[in-house]
């Protein structure tokens, strides 16, 4: 190890933050390159309430980058200097980069679901059912749209479906609708049933056929969507792809460089 006064300083901030693996993996991705004393990224615990607190610190103490996870991705936006186009259009942002004092905020979460997808198939023309419809479906009906996909978000509160679908297009149902996914090439899950509990899944197994890919966006081991896509032979997609990819992303926008995709992946591991 060799940090100096002149290594970068980089974090993740979440509530809770202790199982976090964006440690290993940007850290992994640092040394892969040889600039693991160019950069050094940690993991603090921030509680939302202290938010404009961590915003002041970021700017005294020069932290140069930083992810964001739950509870901020909203919360931080009115403190940031500038917000990209994209993370405004999802209206979340997990990325902060700070340029000489400048922070702006961009959102790489709808790459990690988009990249993943697109190494599995064409999306253009694929019917895909996204479920749920806060912040990490924004971000998955916005990665379809820039594909031409037809999606069909499927949500507890219909209203929020309608909201989304109305933002990025698609089609809006309610739960008691679910069925029409055993028609769809593409089941994306974004709620947070299963990671909880892992033994729950918003799918029936009876839905999901071999010729689909299905993601659950929930990271952790296996989930009990991703059991049932498994024993049905379909494709799958988990969180932690999700989670690589995104985290890709940020790499780049923090470095510079292009992130090594693999010695990242394998600390995930
Ligand atoms: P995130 O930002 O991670 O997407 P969120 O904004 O809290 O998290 O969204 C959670 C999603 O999971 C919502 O779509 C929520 O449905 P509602 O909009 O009806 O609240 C969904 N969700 C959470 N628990 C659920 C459950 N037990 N059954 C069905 N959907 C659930």
């Not at 940090?3 to 440690?23: F, N, R």
């Not at 991705?29 to 950069?39: Q, R, T, V």
């Not at 009115?78 to 980069?97: M, R, S």
């Not at 309608?162 to 739960?175: H, M, R, V």
Request: charge should be neutral; charged fraction near 20%; hydrophobic fraction near 45%.
């Amino acid at each position: 190890m060799n940090i100096t006064a002149k290594t970068k300083i980089c974090m993740v901030i979440g509530d809770p933050i202790d199982h976090s693996l964006s440690p290993k993996m940007h850290n992994a991705g640092y040394i892969a390159l040889s600039i693991e004393s160019d950069y050094i990224y940690v993991a603090c615990h921030v509680k939302v309430a202290d938010i404009k607190q961590f915003i002041d610190g970021i700017r005294a103490m020069n932290i140069h980058g930083v992810s964001l996870t739950i509870p901020h991705k909203i919360a931080v936006m009115p403190y940031l200097d500038k917000i990209d186009e994209v993370a405004q259009k999802i209206g979340a942002v997990n990325t902060i980069v700070n340029e000489n004092g400048m922070l702006t905020g961009y959102n790489t979460d709808w790459q990690g679901i988009l990249i993943p997808l697109e190494k599995m198939t064409d999306l253009s023309g694929k019917s895909v059912a996204v479920l749920g419809a806060g912040g990490a479906a924004r971000a998955a009906v916005y990665a379809l749209s820039t594909k031409k996909a037809r999606v069909s978000i499927f949500n507890r509160t219909i209203e929020k479906a309608a909201n989304l679908a109305n933002d990025f297009g698609g089609e809006a149902f309610s739960l008691d609708e679910l069925e029409r996914i055993k028609q769809m090439d593409i089941i994306i899950n974004t709620t947070s049933v299963g990671l909880k509990n892992i033994n729950e899944s918003l799918v029936p197994l009876e839905y999901i056929n071999k010729h689909q890919i299905v993601f659950d966006a929930v990271y952790g081991n296996e989930t009990q969507l991703i059991h049932f896509a498994k024993s049905k032979s379909a494709k799958t997609i988990t969180g932690l792809e999700m989670l690589l990819y995104q985290g890709a992303e940020q790499f780049s926008l923090f470095t510079g460089y292009s992130a090594p995709v693999i010695d990242m992946k394998n600390a995930l591991l």
